[in-house]
Nanobody
Framework: QVQLVESGGGLVQAGASLRLSCGAS????????VGWFRQAPGKEREFVAA???????RYVASVKGRFTISRDNANNTVYLQMNSLKPEDSAVYYC??????????????????WGQGTQVTVSS
């Protein structure tokens, strides 16, 4: 019954901004920690950002200061605002939900529900 759906990806030039959205059915985001991961061709899935326990956040060093994870609980939606995009940000981006805290937030095994992904391509 649970379904997470990402949207907002696309093809942009380096330096541009995108906002990814993740909507959920069968699950209330406010009761879960949420995260964003990404996977580029030939590479392992990589942790990007997480939010849990209301206000706690964590980011991979390469996006800190450029990306922001946020929620709109009224619309049961999670966002990833991506600014100053770089070609190395190109990947399929996935949203996920689970129960975790700081140490476990970076591991995909900590998340029980996953979206199908949305493609982000940044040209140089």
């Amino acid at each position: 019954q649970v379904q997470l759906v990402e949207s907002g990806g696309g093809l942009v030039q380096a330096g541009a901004s995108l906002r990814l959205s993740c909507g959920a059915s069968g699950l209330t985001f406010s009761r879960y920690g949420v995260g964003w991961f990404r996977q580029a061709p030939g590479k392992e899935r990589e942790f990007v950002a997480a939010n849990w326990s209301g206000s706690s956040t964590r980011y991979v060093a390469s996006v800190k200061g450029r990306f922001t994870i946020s929620r709109d609980n009224a619309n049961n939606t999670v966002y990833l605002q991506m600014n100053s995009l770089k070609p190395e940000d190109s990947a399929v981006y996935y949203c996920a939900a689970g129960s975790f805290s700081f140490l476990s937030s970076i591991f995909d095994r900590s998340y029980d529900y996953w979206g199908q992904g949305t493609q982000v391509t940044v040209s140089s």
